[in-house]
T-cell receptor
Framework: DTGVSQDPRHKITKRGQNVTFRCDPISEHNRLYWYRQTLGQGPEFLTYFQNEAQLEKSRLLSDRFSAERPKGSFSTLEIQRTEQGDSAMYLC??????????????FGDGTRLSIL | GDSVTQMEGPVTLSEEAFLTINCTYTATGYPSLFWYVQYPGEGLQLLLKATKADDKGSNKGFEATYRKETTSFHLEKGSVQVSDSAVYFCALRVGGQNFVFGPGTRLSVLP
């Protein structure tokens, strides 16, 4: 299977701890996106990369959140000093952007974060 | 700003019933429109899309027509199956930017 993969699927941690999630996009995709989805809501955009460059960050991405895509392939999303409100599903998506514009995004299964 | 509004769920139907899930949008530019589906425990999957006015997207028996005059992209299926039970998200994208999703509509199909 060459879809978008995310690790871990579930993460339970205590408030105040740091957590890091990983996303491996579809290999030929140059764009990678992070979204947050809370229960009963649609995904909300957090940030995206084109290759290794982080091109846009949402105002939802507080200074406790940081994302990297160092080699333009996999990406990590780190949350420092987690808070109860960080409990959500974190979704990663990838797409190819080229001469024909931005192709549809393909989503991973997400990482569900639960803050105790 | 850009936004998407969907009919509230949950929607509960019997197998073989006709499905409509309403979606309307506001956008500052000329958006592409999408329907994504999320099955239990899984990520979002693209169901269908339309990139310009009057285009009809279709897939797996589902259809949606891009109506610029009413800023709508309603999802329809003539005969639903139990396996269609999922959450359906309407979304838009302006230019090459990120998606704006609606809140989702949960569909339950009973045998």
């Amino acid at each position: 299977d060459t879809g978008v993969s995310q690790d871990p699927r579930h993460k339970i941690t205590k408030r105040g701890q740091n957590v890091t999630f990983r996303c491996d996009p579809i290999s030929e995709h140059n764009r990678l996106y992070w979204y947050r989805q809370t229960l009963g809501q649609g995904p909300e955009f957090l940030t995206y990369f084109q290759n290794e460059a982080q091109l846009e960050k949402s105002r939802l991405l507080s200074d406790r959140f940081s994302a990297e895509r160092p080699k333009g392939s996999f990406s990590t999303l780190e949350i420092q000093r987690t808070e109860q409100g960080d409990s959500a599903m974190y979704l990663c998506a990838s797409s190819f952007y080229g001469e024909l514009g931005n192709q549809p995004q393909h989503f991973g299964d997400g990482t569900r974060l639960s803050i105790l | 700003g850009d936004s998407v509004t969907q009919m509230e769920g949950p929607v509960t139907l019997s197998e073989e019933a006709f499905l409509t899930i309403n979606c309307t949008y506001t956008a500052t530019g000329y958006p592409s429109l999408f329907w994504y589906v999320q099955y239990p425990g899984e990520g979002l999957q693209l169901l269908l899309k339309a990139t310009k006015a009057d285009d009809k997207g279709s897939n797996k028996g589902f259809e949606a027509t891009y109506r610029k005059e009413t800023t709508s992209f309603h999802l329809e299926k003539g005969s639903v199956q139990v396996s269609d039970s999922a959450v359906y998200f309407c979304a838009l994208r302006v230019g090459g930017q990120n998606f704006v999703f609606g809140p989702g509509t949960r569909l339950s199909v009973l045998p």
